[in-house]
Structures are given as C-alpha cells and as structure tokens.
C-alpha cells in the first residue's frame, strides 16, 4: 500500500462521514487534489480535530491506492493565523476555485505555493491588499492550467496590442478589441503591464504590486474581465463564494 508522508497540504474542504469521522479535500504540493477519510476526526479527544482546519498549512501522512485514501497523521507546520473576516471569506472563495478547477492527482506545485503566498497575504489583516491578492491568484492560476491567452497580443490575430486601445477577455476567443457590445474593456497599456509582470522572474510580487498600484475603475474593470473567464471555465454563472459575499454586504 502506498504511503506518502510529510506531504505539505492544505484542507481545502471536508464533509461528514459516518458519526465519528470525515472526508477530507486536501490540496498538497507533490500530489495536488487528494481525497482522504480522517477516521475519529470528530471525536473530541481525536488529535486530528484543533489541526484539519482550512487555510493554515499542515504537513500530512496518508496511505492507500484507492480513489479515497487514509490519513495517518497531521501537523499544523505554522507561519500565519487564521484570516479573519473579509479575508476568511476570500480564502474560502480560493478554496472554490482550487475544488471546480484543478483535476484530482493532478500535481500543481507553482499553484500550492502561489497559494501558500496568498493565504500569507490574507492572515496579514489588511484589507488594502485583499482585492490585489485575489487578482493576482485569479491571473496566476489561470495562466498555469492553461487558460489565459498571452497578453500582449490579440489572440486570433497575433496583432500587437495596442496601449491606448480598449480590449477585452473573451471565454475561448482570448484577447479582441472592444466593441459597443462590451459592457468593459482594459486599455492595453494595463494588459501589457499585465504581461510583463506574469512573466518577471518573481511573477507573484511583480502581480501583486502592479494590481495594488491599478486606479480602483481599472482594478474593477480587471475583476469583471476575470470573472467572465473564471465563471465559464467553472461552469456557473455565480460561485457560490461570491454570493454569500453579496448575501453579507445586503445584510
């Protein structure tokens, strides 16, 4: 029987199973998706139970060949507290991405730690660096499951873009010029900005700082643009993240 150990991780997702125990989505670094049962994990004297938290990085042991495998061992390895607030919310809201986009043992090594970074990055508590973070995650992660088309050229053309032209993000259609029917569009001086931070030698910092630096209308506007390509790759027309923040903010 196969047996991984001290296998970097994060819980991503759990649901019960039986009275005593539950079902684990983990995202780990080697691995990616794993699927695993945490037997007596409910149970109040379980070692498990104040450690298979979401959001806070573990190292884990788990063993099987099976399409659900058995956690043997788990240890919070530290770094950051717990996000609180609107950034709990966020983290949540990664979680969705990680669990509707990424295949089961499918390996991601560059999105387990551009996550790790993220989830750093939302535990600071400052509120200033949310929006910028989730975008950065949103572009990052696109780009490495192969969904984000270069961003320096239109997409079916090969044209160059232009700077002081208006284009957007279209679902399997990449980058094109605005029309009257888009609702927005990013210049392309922003989507050349874009470009050359995801392919600096530190794509996470040169993102993060170039996003934190975007006026708020141009930040929005890149939301929108993220959000259609996010959705449709989903398969929804609303994560359910999303609505409960909207759900929140009506409260």
């Known amino acids: 029987m ?3 150990q001290d296998e970097p991780a994060f819980v991503v997702h759990h649901y019960d199973w039986s009275e005593s125990s ?3 989505e983990t995202f780990t670094r080697h691995y990616g998706r794993v699927t695993l049962v945490a037997k007596g ?5 379980s070692n498990f139970r104040p450690v298979l938290l979401p959001l806070q990085p ?3 042991t788990y063993t099987g060949d099976a399409e659900v495998r058995t956690l043997k061992n788990a ?4 770094g950051h507290i717990m996000p609180m607030g609107e950034g709990l919310l966020s983290g949540y809201y990664l979680n969705e991405l990680l669990l509707r986009l990424l295949a089961r043992d499918d390996p991601h090594a560059t999105v387990f730690d551009l996550y790790r970074q993220v989830v750093q990055v939302l535990a600071s508590g400052h509120d200033g660096t949310i929006n910028p973070a989730l975008r950065t995650f949103e572009l990052l992660l696109l780009r490495d499951i192969g969904f984000l088309p270069e961003l320096n050229a239109q997409t079916l053309t090969l044209t160059p873009l232009q700077p002081d032209v208006l284009y957007v993000l279209v679902p399997e259609g990449g980058l094109r010029a605005h029309n009257a029917q888009d609702r927005t569009g990013l210049m392309g001086s922003v989507w050349l ?3 050359d931070s995801l392919n600096a ?3 996470f910092t040169a993102t993060l700082r170039l996003c934190a630096e975007l006026p708020s209308d141009q930040r929005n506007a890149l939301q929108g ?3 259609g390509l996010l959705h449709y790759h989903c398969g929804v027309t609303t994560l359910r993240t999303r609505q409960m923040m909207i759900d929140l903010q009506s409260l």
């Open 41 to 45: 994990a409910k149970k109040p004297s």
């Open 193 to 195: 900005q874009l470009h």
């Open 201 to 203: 030698d530190s794509a």
């Open 2 to 4: 196969t047996r991984i």
């Open 75 to 78: 240890e919070w390895v530290g």
């Open 58 to 60: 573990l190292s884990i």
């Open 225 to 227: 643009q993220l959000r």
């Open 22 to 24: 539950l079902i684990l």
